[in-house]
């Protein structure tokens, strides 16, 4: 039994990594796309810090092994560079725009001169002056860097006081209850646990007076502040600012905690604050309805208004309606704007963005197929792109073309290309019409007009021009790439005249794997076994009990199955998600067609989308019936119809296994149910 279960582990670990390829055939192979990305450095100096003339930020583009990425011939921006900081430590910034890969990172240190480095009210010396890499996609708009002084528990002793108002004072401050911050002069007290500390001198401002700030926990509020035992609070507030004398020997301060009425929305792109509070493929911007905070980490009174925006890299969108479970987000006529109510609890963004794929939608006569090869360049700057073909009434003038075959029909198509941003679901879009795009899109149009060869003519706002195509006359299928999208002319020639070459894919072949992980409730697609022996016939035991299974109409309710949008599938559709074997599936689809006489489809359905061979569609097509096949793919229920007459040629030209979305590719007939 253990050796049967060790094989079943190896077969499915082998269909995991087989099937993967083959069902992304009609998809683009995952290469590095070019992005552009803006962000601006800051950098400061903290009054009373002194530092030389070379304290600097330094940025460079590098690989995920931290190398150096030399930037491509042609580009006339940085991949490298410096801010150098001023004089004076007066603020200086620089923004910086890159041309870059999205699988690279941008890594970024800061030379400190042996000074404290804060960004966002956090001391992060370590992290940015050995360098942070940031990947690409994860790069927020702006760093801001500010140079402090280290501080210890008490000031240098002895020597000459340092310039600037820094004044000799005998001040010993105590405090009681629950502080956040207490800063003294440009001094903050980093022992908030020893009650007490002695200062020898401080910053004073020019009336000799010493600035006292006390500051809450964040997120909290004081009901009450005393100063050497007199109230000072009327209403609650989270931070205090007061004066005192520089001759003042001893400050006692008390503080009491009441209740907030305020909580945080806090996120990062790294997990530097945890798992919760990481934003992954997008980003966030703050609107409107806050008071305090910044860069992913801010203050909200409860019960307020907050306006935010939600913007998904390429190939993802806001999935869902609710963060934190239970809070509504609300569109706004803003294209990635949401608004929601804060509640009495601290907000994250965890799992706001969901992976979506390209739409395409075809309703244009002579057409039965088409895809989208590289949708970014329809929807560079983030969400999902959608091509939609209409038939068109106008077709272009084809006496430039040479060698037209005057016997066939010339075609006109409109198509149109959107980037589109979900408002919560695919039901309900910010729409962004793209007519003329940053690079080129490829286009695949199968259309069922066969000829020797075709020439495509682009109309675009009055003028027309012969673009590059590609005719593959198995499939039937029209290659071409424009930065411009209007109305495309198809004209059948008497020759082949291919002179486009189509981007290159993954092919849909099988690899090999000695893995035995384990693949249960994966979505990627599963190889049937077809062949094979073991010393003890495990592989014909497993075979036979396959050979004498009754095949049964799914059931909704099945434990450990992911049922999302199962119940839009017909109710008689036969499971078949339990067969491991070729022959054990062949021989129960001879029997669901037997019980089904007279049917002109029946529907069948499996956990796992199959990797088809020839060899079991062209055994379904002798039951000379169509079998309407339903599957799930990255959380989406599709349906591709397999009819009884099938051009099995054409599916196996180059291929070994047929993924059921390369079926729809290459058929025309594959759908999104939901």
Request: proline share 4%; with cysteine.
């Amino acid at each position: 039994m253990k050796r049967v279960k060790k094989i079943l582990s190896f077969m499915m670990s082998m269909a995991m990594m087989i099937g993967m390829i083959a069902l992304d055939f009609p998809i683009t192979a995952q290469a590095a796309n070019k992005v552009t990305k803006s962000l601006t450095l800051k950098l400061s100096v903290a009054d009373g810090t002194t530092v030389p003339e070379n304290y600097n930020v330094e940025y460079k583009v590098v690989d995920e092994n931290g190398n150096s990425v030399v930037k491509p011939d042609g580009y006339s921006g940085e991949y490298s560079g410096v801010l150098g900081g001023s004089e004076d430590g007066s603020e200086v910034f620089k923004t910086i725009s890159l041309d870059v890969d999205d699988d690279k990172y941008i890594e970024i240190r800061v030379n400190s001169a042996g000074n404290d480095i804060f960004i966002n009210r956090a001391n992060e010396t370590s992290a940015w002056s050995t360098g942070q890499r940031i990947a690409v996609n994860a790069l927020a708009s702006e760093y801001q860097f500010q140079l402090q002084a280290p501080q210890g528990p008490n000031p240098p002793p002895g020597g000459d006081p340092p310039a600037g108002n820094r004044k000799d004072v005998n001040l010993t401050v105590s405090w009681t209850g629950d502080f956040g911050e207490i800063k003294v002069g440009d001094t903050s007290i980093e022992d908030l646990t020893t009650n007490t500390q002695h200062f020898s001198s401080v910053n004073c401002e020019q009336d000799d007076t010493i600035k006292i700030k006390i500051q809450a926990p964040f997120s909290e509020v004081y009901s009450s502040i005393k100063i050497n035992d007199e109230e000072k609070l009327s209403e609650q507030t989270d931070q205090y600012v007061f004066f005192i004398s520089k001759d003042d020997t001893s400050l006692k301060i008390a503080v009491v905690k009441g209740v907030s009425t305020q909580h945080t929305i806090i996120w990062r792109y790294d997990n530097q604050q945890g798992d919760d509070a990481m934003v992954e493929h997008g980003t966030v911007e703050m609107v409107s309805g806050y008071h305090s905070g910044g860069d992913g980490h801010y203050l909200v009174n409860d019960d307020a208004d907050v306006t935010i925006k939600l913007i998904p890299d390429y190939g993802y969108q806001v999935v869902g309606a609710k963060i934190n479970g239970d809070v509504d987000l609300t569109a706004n006529n803003y294209t990635n704007e949401f608004t929601f109510r804060m509640p009495p609890t601290n907000v994250h963004f965890k799992g706001i963005f969901t992976k979506t794929e390209d739409i395409v939608s075809v309703n244009a006569q002579g057409v039965r197929g088409a895809s989208l090869t590289n949708g970014n360049a329809v929807a560079g700057s983030g969400g999902t792109a959608k091509m939609t073909i209409e038939t068109s009434n106008s077709p272009a003038d084809t006496s430039s073309i040479e060698g037209v075959d005057n016997s066939k029909a010339v075609q006109a198509v409109d198509i149109q290309m959107d980037q589109l941003f979900y408002k919560n679901s695919a039901d309900d879009l910010w729409t962004q019409p793209q007519h003329e795009l940053s690079s080129s899109a490829e286009v695949k149009l199968v259309v069922d007009q066969p000829a020797a060869g075709y020439a495509v003519l682009r109309e675009h706002n009055g003028q027309i021009d012969k673009i590059p195509a590609h005719y593959d006359e198995a499939t039937g299928t029209v290659t071409f790439a424009s930065d411009k999208y209007s109305v495309f002319t198809l004209v059948p020639l008497t020759e082949s005249n291919n002179q486009y070459d189509p981007i290159e894919v993954e092919p849909d072949v099988p690899a090999e794997s000695e893995s035995e992980a384990s693949s249960e409730g994966s979505d990627e697609p599963a190889v049937l076994k077809t062949s094979g022996e073991t010393s003890d016939n495990t592989y014909f035991v497993i075979e036979q009990q396959e050979i004498n299974r009754n095949p049964e109409t799914i059931i909704i309710d099945a434990m450990g199955v992911d049922k999302t949008g199962l119940e839009s599938m017909p109710k008689q559709t036969y499971n078949l998600s339990s067969f491991v074997t070729a022959k054990g599936f062949m021989t129960s689809i001879d029997k669901i067609a037997k019980s089904n006489q007279g049917k002109s489809a029946i529907n069948i359905y499996t956990e796992r989308p199959i990797c088809f061979t020839k060899e079991i569609l062209q055994h379904m097509s002798k039951n000379n019936v169509d079998f309407v096949y339903y599957f799930k793919h990255k959380g989406h229920l599709y349906s591709v119809t397999i009819p009884a007459q099938i051009d099995l040629e054409a599916i196996f030209k180059n291929n070994k296994y047929a993924g059921p979305l390369y079926l729809g590719y290459v058929l025309g007939n594959s759908k999104l149910i939901k």
